[in-house]
């Protein structure tokens, strides 16, 4: 199934008993009941791994896209707006040198943190529930509570699962902490992001500005946000490359295979 299949005991028992697996066509699982699915024994297989670096390079497509201005830049010229090079036209920001707030640092977020520290050289905050002193040492990354890191990051990129303990972890408060001058990124889920404070913070210039690839109630996208110009938008995409899309394929079809044969499918969740 896919990520917006919304699974849950009722949809399983429509099946009847046969139902043995349920293969996510994502690494994101927020859409299956594991709860249901673990009261009748049906296993549940997602596809982690394949699409870490996608998303990863899609997560610093938005950074630099927000940052450098660029679908703003792209209407102008095409408009015929680009009369005269000029010293203050278009004026973005360098991602070089800043810092980046890492909000979860499972496989994405670290691979996001790994291109930012080698490419970039940014600093790099992280708030995660588990400390990673190892990722730490190799890329001088700096642990901190989830407040502080919204506090001094200059860029923020949310990387955690959709769980009720993250639903709303970026909330009007939460906004008010960050920089004026930061810009948030968020590749993960929409609900993480409170989307109506979100469009009410880059109105009023609570933050600088923002690129989603996810939305709360995808696929509908709060109104508000689409007459601002400093928010980028893309449609779920992140990992939407032909190499990991097909990836993603042949491993949810692996599962399958796998767990219809009586084995162990390989990215079987442990609920
Ligand atoms: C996409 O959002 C995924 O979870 O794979």
């Known amino acids: 199934c896919l990520l ?32 249901e699915a673990k009261k009748r024994g049906i296993m549940i297989a997602n596809t982690p791994g394949v699409l870490t670096n996608t998303v990863a390079e899609h997560t610093f497509a938005l950074m630099l896209s927000i940052a450098h201005r660029i679908p703003e830049a792209d209407k102008f010229t095409r408009a ?104 948030l990124v968020n590749t993960s889920r929409g609900p993480i992001v409170d989307e109506a404070a979100l469009a009410d913070a880059l109105k009023n210039n609570v933050i600088r500005g923002a690129a989603l690839d996810v939305f709360e109630f995808e696929p509908k996208i709060t109104p508000e946000l689409l007459t601002l110009d400093n928010v980028i938008l893309t449609p779920h995409i992140a990992s939407a490359t032909e190499e990991t899309r097909s990836n993603m394929s042949a ?19 442990k609920n």
């Open 4 to 35: 917006t299949d919304k699974i849950d005991g009722e949809v399983m028992d429509s099946f009847g008993p046969q139902l043995k697996i349920i293969a996510n066509m994502a690494v994101g699982f927020d859409n299956v009941d594991t709860q």
């Open 80 to 183: 015929g707006k680009y009369e005269n090079w000029a010293p203050m036209l278009m004026l973005g920001n360098d991602l070089s040198g800043k810092t980046l707030g890492v909000v979860g640092l499972g496989r994405i977020g670290s691979r996001v943190a790994h291109h930012a520290a080698r490419g970039f050289e940014m600093k790099v905050l992280y708030y995660d529930i588990n400390r990673n002193e190892e990722f730490e040492k190799e890329f001088g990354a700096v642990y901190m509570p989830l407040d502080d890191v919204l506090k001094q990051s200059d860029f923020i990129s949310i990387h955690v699962p959709l769980l009720d303990s993250t639903r709303h972890l970026i909330n009007p408060e939460k906004l008010k902490l960050m920089k004026p001058t930061a810009y």
């Open 251 to 269: 491993l949810a079809a692996n599962n399958i295979i796998e767990g219809l044969e009586g084995r162990t499918p390989p990215n079987l969740l």
